[in-house]
DNA sequence: AGCACGCCGACT
DNA sequence: GTCGGCGTGCTC
């Protein structure tokens, strides 16, 4: 035997059962080209067909005694799942009782061959000159820098003020902060991974890098580009040059040269949460990330999490406040009529829109409204006025298409509804709350420039000009120089949300918008109170979270424990549930789901969770294999059961 | 998933 | 005696 003639292929499957290294022979022919990391090409069952895989690693014997295959071919000689990233998958899956494939789909994008020529023959690399950084601004002097260089973890708080990244370029602070860490690992050798929520904050972001650091340095990578740049994106990350690497939740998986720092900005934001099996948040994967490289690990937001919380209180990550520290202005009111009438009939209570028409003599005002069809609104048909429950005045809206209209507030039915203006009875759905929200709010401004962002009109930036900026949460443009005024309109309806995390949600909503004013303006909060509103203007976030810990590991919900949902026919769920040995307090359901589904959830210890994973992984594998047997005796036509499917740390289901 | 192997009912 | 039904199991 010669050296390493056997690769240890994964293949790209997604059923369960193929989720393990396969051993092929590497033909002579083969031997150049088939190195750890390549694509291959593979047969799967004796020449029956063939499958793609990667191998991730060369030995000189297996462990497999049968007859060995060959692989059929290397499809490129690129290793695109380098050695770290295969490992990562790995880990990642295990712990979410998924398959490494499933990660690595994510981490290594579809092959685009042209794009793979024109690499391969070198036209795409830029000359890469040394970074020279500078400190991290707002922080203790050498406590990020330091902490970056030498890899440790930090919970860090952001400041709230907006900041000109560029001429004429604003961006929230923290996209500099983020920048300028980068750029610190850049300097040292090493690459950063950042990854933010969204597209709004990848421009942010990416604005504050280009200050920082030379264009070639930057790479953005993430689902959202076009296949051809994605993967020319990904490819430069290959090159072994360190890059600041900026993409979303999935861009932890990039396969950095010298990685030096995972950043991740706004880890509450529900955007981390990687909607695809086997769904491991940004979060945990950054962890994951950090232990196995060693790497810095930095969380930053203006709100903290229950689970970096949990972290910080375990003394896994290390809390770093800025300094001087930066503390927007809150004004919490109840929600009072106000005494103009145009104000009344926008439900703006008479101090805020005060404020708003003092601050609109000098620049922006920024108005935060519930996210869009949260709870679609109906107008009348005839004349447009925004439909009105004839008992309390709330807005009406629509569960279905087929409900009867129902009143957002008071929940009266309005069968008998007729327009207050017109006298018409029928009614359409107008799509954004913004939408219909402007209408009346620009009514009560007179004469003032109405800008209105959401999800279906994006803003992302506006000048320092006078205006009203309309916005559903999430979705507020930065405004050059910071808004002059900040109105919190909706906190009422966005605190009413029945979840578990509806007080973290909204903070975090909040607060975020309250970052956006200009040093000293007024944030105001409508119609909240109690624990939720001094958080918010004492701007004490971590006692937040620490308070809302303590509630959950009381009821024992999640992030103090983790949580498993386990769907499917409840014979797959008993018999999975009978193999973990959880006491039955830590068993909620099981529940019907659709018809022929049960789900439970299942909660225990996180020292458990590697039991837990493998547990259920191995019912899932038993599962797959053993179901034909069930819907072959039902007949050919009955409803197939549905398979056994768990999901590791979804919150979701607590919102019920 | 596919595809082969295997152990019981009607057939030239 | 054999052909073929689908249930069961495996994939290097």
Known sequence: MATASIARVLVDSPLPQLDRLFDYRVPEALRESAVPGVRVRVPLRSAGRVADGYIVELV???????????????????????????????KAADRAAGSATDIVRLAVPGRQVRVEKSWLAGDDRPVMEPVVAGPVDGYPLGLIESAVIEGHRLAVDAVPLVTEVSPGVWAGRWALTMAQSAALALEAGKSAILSVPDYRDQEQLMAALHSVLPAERIVHLDARQSNPDRYRAFLRCLEGQPLAIVGNRSVVYAPAANL??????????????????????????????????????????????????????????????????????????????????????????????????????????????????????????????????????????????????????????AAEWHCELCEGTRLRFVGATAGRTAEDLGRAF?????????????????????????????????????????????????????????????????????????????????????????????????????????????????????????????DAVSSALQTLEVPTEDLLGPVDTEPGSVRTIVRFDYNSGARIAGALRAEVIRNATTRRKAAAIKGKRAPLPPSLRVRFDDVEPFAE
């Not at 009413?496 to 970052?515: F, I, K, P, Y």
């Not at 959950?552 to 769907?567: E, G, K, N, Q, Y």
Request: glycine share 8%; proline share 7%.
């Open 60 to 90: 000189d014997s297996g462990d497999f005694t049968g007859t060995l295959s060959d692989i059929e071919s290397v499809v490129s000689p690129i290793a695109v799942l380098t050695p770290e990233v295969a490992v990562l998958a790995r």
């Open 260 to 413: 030096g720092l995972v950043m991740v900005w706004d880890d509450g934001d529900p955007l981390h949460s990687e909607p695809l099996s086997p769904y491991v948040h940004t979060r945990d994967a950054a962890l994951l990330r950090q232990e196995q490289s060693g790497c810095a690990l930095i969380f930053l937001g203006h709100t903290r999490s229950t689970e970096v919380e949990r972290l910080v209180e375990l003394r896994w990550l290390t809390t770093v406040s800025s300094t001087p520290a930066v503390r927007p202005k809150v004004i919490p009111t109840a929600q009072q009529t106000s005494t103009d009438r145009l104000a009344a009939q926008a439900r703006i209570p008479s101090i805020a829109w005060r404020e708003a028409k003092a601050a609109l003599e000098r620049g922006p005002v920024l108005i935060q409204v519930a996210r869009p069809g949260y709870a679609p609104r109906l107008a009348c048909v005839d004349c447009g006025q925004s439909a009105r429950c004839l008992k309390c005045e709330g807005p009406l809206g629509q569960k279905t298409a087929r409900s009867i209209p129902a009143c957002g507030w008071c929940g009266a039915l």
């Open 446 to 570: 007179p004469g003032v420039r109405i800008l209105i962002a959401d999800g279906d009109r994006p803003l992302l930036s506006i000048g320092a000009e006078p205006a009203l900026v309309i916005a559903t949460r999430g979705a507020e443009p930065v405004a050059a120089g910071g808004y002059q005024a900040v109105l919190l309109l909706d906190g009422e309806q966005m605190a009413a949300r029945e979840s578990l995390r509806v007080g973290e949600d909204c903070l975090r909503w909040w607060s975020n918008a309250a970052a956006l004013a200009a040093r000293g303006a007024p944030t105001i909060l409508v119609g909240v109170g109690g624990l939720l509103a001094s958080t918010l203007a004492t701007w004490r976030q971590a006692d937040y979270a620490r308070t809302e810990l303590a509630d959950r590991r009381r009821l024992r919900f999640p992030p103090a424990v983790r949580v498993a949902t386990v769907t499917g026919s409840l």
